[in-house]
C-alpha cells in the first residue's frame, strides 16, 4: 500500500532549489526518497527527514513534481504538511531566484523581511 502524494510546482532550476532548501535549514541528498514499508522513488533532490521518510523533487519536462509519504512523515513530525512544506520552499526558492537574476544583470542588491513576512528587495545599478 502506498502512500505518496504528489504536488506539482513551477520550480525549474535545480540549483537554486537547493540552495533555498539549504537555505531553510533542510539536509539535502540526490538519488531515494524513502516512503511506506521501504518504499523508494528516486528523485532528483531529496530532503532528509528525521526518520525513515523524505521528500522528494522529480524534475520531467515542463513541471517538478514534490513526492513525500505524508502519512509516514507525519509519524515522526505530526504539525508536516506537504501543501505547507511547497509553500514555504516556493517563496525561498522565489525569493533565491530574484536575486540571483537580479546579480546577473550587474545590480547590487539588499534584501529584508519584514515581521508580516514580505520580502522587500533593493536592488541598485550604478
Request: one cysteine or more; proline letters at 1%; hydrophobic letters at 35%.
Given at each position: ?54 521528500v522528494g523533487f522529480l524534475f520531467t519536462e515542463g513541471e517538478t513534481k514534490i513526492i513525500g509519504d505524508e502519512w509516514g512523515i507525519n509519524l515522526r513530525h505530526p504539525m508536516f504538511n506537504l501543501a505547507d512544506f511547497t509553500k514555504e520552499v516556493k517563496k ?35
Amino acid at each position: 500500500m502506498s502512500h505518496w502524494t504528489e504536488l506539482k510546482t513551477n520550480i525549474t532550476d535545480k540549483a537554486i532549489l537547493v540552495q533555498a532548501l539549504k537555505d531553510l535549514g533542510y539536509t539535502v541528498i540526490s538519488g531515494v526518497c524513502r516512503g511506506y514499508a521501504g518504499n523508494k522513488i528516486t528523485s532528483d533532490v531529496v530532503v532528509q527527514m528525521e526518520g525513515n521518510y523524505d521528500v522528494g523533487f522529480l524534475f520531467t519536462e515542463g513541471e517538478t513534481k514534490i513526492i513525500g509519504d505524508e502519512w509516514g512523515i507525519n509519524l515522526r513530525h505530526p504539525m508536516f504538511n506537504l501543501a505547507d512544506f511547497t509553500k514555504e520552499v516556493k517563496k525561498k526558492y522565489s525569493h533565491n531566484k530574484v536575486m540571483d537574476e537580479i546579480r546577473k544583470q550587474g545590480y547590487t542588491v539588499a534584501s529584508e523581511t519584514t515581521e508580516n513576512g514580505q520580502i522587500k528587495i533593493l536592488a541598485r545599478h550604478w
